[in-house]
Structure formats: structure tokens, C-alpha cells
């Protein structure tokens, strides 16, 4: 098991800024990719951001591109995602998820089934 803990969501209005935690007490940290998506009311789970293991390789949704930014700290087994231009479409809970394989693909990385453990998440509103 991973025990994978959000933080960091809140209300910020459109335009603001928001900076997501995931921390976990595991040893293996360094050994999963780790991924973040998102969940609106009524709406599937939608991939965000993904990094690989050493954080060399960084994926996002075209959504958020040029907005986001994911990064990782394996020293402090933590994973980031610095959201800067906050639209109201970007309301969502946002999980962060560990992924055992490291990514291949966009597809790969961008598929909930690919990731082994998830957090609770955390509710992020964008008020506009």
C-alpha cells in the first residue's frame, strides 16, 4: 500500500493560483510514477498531469498545458502541482495517484486504470 494525502484545495477566484500536495509516508516513493486527475460533478475522472519516477518526463492535458505545473520531491516524497490561471472549468476534486509502471506513453500515463493507488483528493472551486 501507498497511503497518497492531498492537500492544498480551497476557493480561489478566476485568474488565482493554487498550489496541490501529495505526500506519502512510503519508502517507495521514487519508484511510481505519479499522476494527478480531476472530477467535476457529473463528470468522469479526467487525467491533469503526470511525472515520471525521476521527474525528468512531465505530461499534461492539453486543458491545462502552459497552466500547470507538475513536479516531484522524492527527498520529501512529495508531488506538486502548481496551478496558475484558475478558470471555473478547473472546479473539480483533484486526486493524486501512484503508478507502479513507469509511463510509456501519454495514453499510458494518461489512463486512471494505469494508476495502483489513489488519494482521497482534495476539492478545488474556481469562482468566477
Known amino acids: 500500500q501507498v497511503p497518497l494525502v492531498e492537500s492544498g484545495g480551497g476557493l480561489v477566484q478566476a485568474g488565482g493560483s493554487l498550489r496541490l500536495s501529495c505526500a506519502t509516508s512510503g519508502r517507495t516513493f521514487s519508484s511510481y510514477a505519479m499522476g494527478w486527475f480531476r472530477q467535476a460533478p457529473g463528470k468522469e475522472r479526467e487525467f491533469v498531469a503526470a511525472?515520471?519516477?525521476?521527474?525528468?518526463?512531465?505530461y499534461y492535458a492539453d486543458s491545462v498545458k502552459g497552466r500547470f505545473t507538475v513536479s516531484r520531491d522524492n527527498a520529501k516524497n512529495t508531488v506538486n502541482l502548481q496551478m496558475n490561471s484558475l478558470r471555473p472549468e478547473d472546479t473539480a476534486v483533484y486526486y493524486c495517484?501512484?503508478?507502479?509502471?513507469?509511463?510509456?506513453?501519454?495514453?499510458?500515463?494518461?489512463?486512471?486504470?494505469?494508476?495502483?493507488?489513489w488519494g482521497q483528493g482534495t476539492q478545488v472551486t474556481v469562482s468566477s
Open positions: 511525472v515520471t519516477r525521476n521527474g525528468g518526463n512531465t
Open positions: 495517484a501512484a503508478d507502479r509502471n513507469s509511463p510509456t506513453s501519454y495514453y499510458s500515463t494518461s489512463r486512471p486504470s494505469s494508476y495502483d493507488y
